[in-house]
């Protein structure tokens, strides 16, 4: 059963921001490290950022910022000056992930011009 809903994602150009969201079942995200993850287009899947301290992937330093409002329940991904290769799916879970089959849907991020 999924426990994460992502939302957000769309078609931009390069240079252009998005904010993506993602929201748990129950207070799911309270207390616990969460991560966000892309799936390419060559359908490989790796960890963007993640961890309570929050490690970036080098190719979104800078660029990305992970953020959270537990009163809320939701968690964000603020991506700023998108570029091609960050095209994919994303996904929120926690950090270590849960399995696999308990992700979202994820949310596609395309950047084009």
């Known amino acids: 059963q999924a426990l994460f809903e992502e939302s957000g994602g769309g078609l931009v150009q390069p240079g252009e921001s998005l904010t993506l969201s993602c929201t748990a079942a129950?207070?799911?995200?309270?207390?616990?490290?969460l991560a966000w993850f892309r799936q390419d287009p060559e359908n490989l899947i790796a960890a963007i950022g993640a961890?309570?301290?929050?490690v970036y992937t080098d190719s979104v330093k800078g660029r990305f910022t992970m953020l959270r409002d537990d009163l809320r329940n939701m968690a964000y991904l603020q991506m700023n000056d998108l570029k091609p290769e960050d095209t994919g799916v994303y996904y929120c879970?926690?950090?270590?992930?849960?399995?696999?089959?308990?992700w979202g849907r994820g949310t596609q991020v395309t950047v084009s011009s």
């Open positions: 129950g207070n799911y995200f309270n207390r616990k490290s």
């Open positions: 879970s926690t950090w270590p992930p849960l399995p696999r089959n308990q």
């Open positions: 961890g309570g301290g929050t």
